[in-house]
């Protein structure tokens, strides 16, 4: 158990939905990264938060926005969904800034797009 | 832009045998960091070694150890006395710290099989 929690594990839906998934950081870490695993792009960066900033984006969709709450927790929404998105989107969490330091990722959530 | 590439897609090996991962980057950055991560069929991302560019010594974690060659931009990894528990996917990444942000660039990784 890496101590990174990710909601839900599954989600089906319609083409044209709106989603939000969730994500909590280990204690004590400041830092959260979106990654996004699919068969034909592999395992990508999408975005990273630092203590409630946006730090950096990849390849990160415009139909994709994410944000870090107070609390450090993250939520990444995904709209007008396609077929395409389908994929499991991972949450990591490290410490800060200033490292590299190590990513603990979360046990991802499993979107199927039909 | 950074790039990794792990040339072998599947492997197989026998149980309590050593096997090699290979792993070769792309950057013109100079202090970066490299990372060998574990997906199981569970699908969780585990982190198994990290190598420090500019350290030497190559990292060693219990039964994995890596060669990282930095003039050769080669980092592979070594599972010594393989393990059932050891079959998964093997992700090779790359960091550096740019503009504050540490994100990992991947391998398409590699699928290894531990055979009884």
């Known amino acids: 158990d890496s101590g990174v929690t990710q909601t839900p594990k599954h989600l089906i839906t319609a083409t044209g939905q709106r989603v939000t998934l969730r994500c909590s950081p280990r204690s004590g870490d400041l830092s959260v990264y979106w990654y996004q695993q699919s068969l034909d792009q592999g395992l990508q960066f999408l975005i990273q938060y630092y203590n409630g900033e946006e730090r950096a984006k990849g390849n990160i969709l415009e139909r994709f926005s994410a944000q870090q709450f107070p609390d450090l927790h993250s939520e990444l929404n995904l709209s007008s969904l396609e077929l395409g998105d389908s994929a499991l989107y991972f949450c990591?969490?490290?410490?800060?800034?200033?490292?590299?330091?190590?990513?603990?990722f979360g046990p991802g959530t499993r979107l199927t797009v039909t | 832009a950074q790039t990794v590439t792990q040339s072998q897609p599947e492997m197989s090996v026998q149980e309590a045998e050593t096997v090699t991962l290979s792993c070769t980057y792309d950057t013109s950055e100079s202090n970066y960091y490299l990372f060998w991560y574990k997906q199981p069929p569970s699908r969780q991302m585990i982190l198994v070694i990290r190598q420090e560019a500019y350290k030497q010594q190559n990292a060693t974690e219990n039964r994995f150890s890596v060669n990282f060659q930095k003039a050769a931009k080669s980092f592979s990894l070594k599972i010594s006395d393989s393990q059932l528990g050891d079959t998964a996917m093997y992700f090779c990444?790359?960091?550096?710290?740019?503009?504050?942000?540490?994100?990992?660039?991947f391998g398409k990784g590699t699928k290894l099989t531990v055979n009884p």
């Open positions: 990591a969490s490290s410490v800060g800034q200033g490292g590299p330091y190590e990513q603990y």
């Open positions: 990444a790359f960091s550096h710290n740019q503009g504050g942000s540490e994100k990992l660039v």
